[in-house]
């Protein structure tokens, strides 16, 4: 940001701030606007909703962590840890208290030490509703996860090519009824999708967002859940994806992040 664009920015966090007192919903993640509204209004606990997934609005977990304690009342929040996240988190660790009213999550990792979003989700044990977003290839990290048992739907993007890992991961949230996932660089084949199924036994809705050209693949999969458990949706791809919009746990947890955003 130049210095032109940081005047405008700080102008507009000087008008806007204001009026923001009574707010519950704050969809935007400019840190300057954030970061004043948190230090003017945060007190007042009202603040129940943080970042915007629906216009890719993620919020810095490093002011999160810094004004814990103003966000308790937090329901849904999209955000994302880099370093510097990591560097804060490592100082006060011991000092943010429990997100227990946080039940939709959003979140990216874009640090190399790999932990930070590991332990913060070890402060949300209420979460029914969790995007998780892995930018590395190496997630060993998993297992610093506690098991959650309350989410439902567990949305998961991957770098990793490690089907090991991913099942690890997914195996944190054994109660999981919707599952999306989607991979930067390969697809998972079908015996490895479906010991994932299988890995879930309350599974109910499964959206592989990764479409393979390969219809026999596609098929050996739909043929397991349709003899296996026939109350298994399984779909692949955009094309599938569209008919998602009939299924009653798609619509549940895509609508709920985008009623009432500012």
């Known amino acids: 940001m130049n210095f032109h664009e940081c005047n405008i920015v700080r102008r507009a966090e000087q008008s806007i701030t204001p009026f923001l007192s009574d707010i519950e919903f704050l969809g935007i993640s400019n840190d300057l606007i954030v970061t004043s509204y948190l230090r003017t209004f945060g007190h007042l606990l009202k603040l129940k909703s943080l970042g915007s997934p629906k216009y ?39 000092q943010i208290p429990i997100f227990g009213n946080l039940l939709h999550l959003k979140l990216t990792d874009y640090s190399y030490d790999r932990s930070t979003f590991a332990k913060f989700l070890n402060l949300c ?31 998961l993007r991957f770098v990793t090519q490690d089907p090991e890992q991913i099942l690890k991961t997914i195996e944190k949230f054994p109660n999981c009824r919707y599952l999306s996932m989607s991979a930067y660089y390969a697809s998972l ?23 393979s050209k390969n219809l026999a693949e596609k098929q050996i999969v739909k043929n397991h859940c349709h003899s296996q458990n026939p109350k298994i949706d399984v779909y692949f791809g955009s094309k599938d994806g569209k008919l998602l919009m009939f299924h009653k746990l798609y619509r549940k947890f895509q609508n709920h992040f985008y009623i009432n955003e500012v």
């Open 56 to 94: 890719c609005q993620a919020v810095n977990l490093l002011r999160v962590l810094k004004f814990a304690h103003f966000l308790t009342n937090l329901e849904q929040l999209t955000t994302y840890c880099d370093d510097e996240s990591y560097d804060y988190f490592v100082q006060v660790e011991n």
């Open 125 to 155: 044990p209420n979460l029914l509703d969790l995007s998780l977003e892995l930018i590395t290839n190496d997630i060993d990290q998993i297992h610093q996860i506690n098991r959650n048992f309350n989410v439902q739907r567990l949305d």
């Open 189 to 211: 084949s079908p015996d490895e999708l479906i010991q994932i199924i299988r890995s879930l036994p309350h599974l109910s809705l499964f959206h592989v967002k990764h479409d």
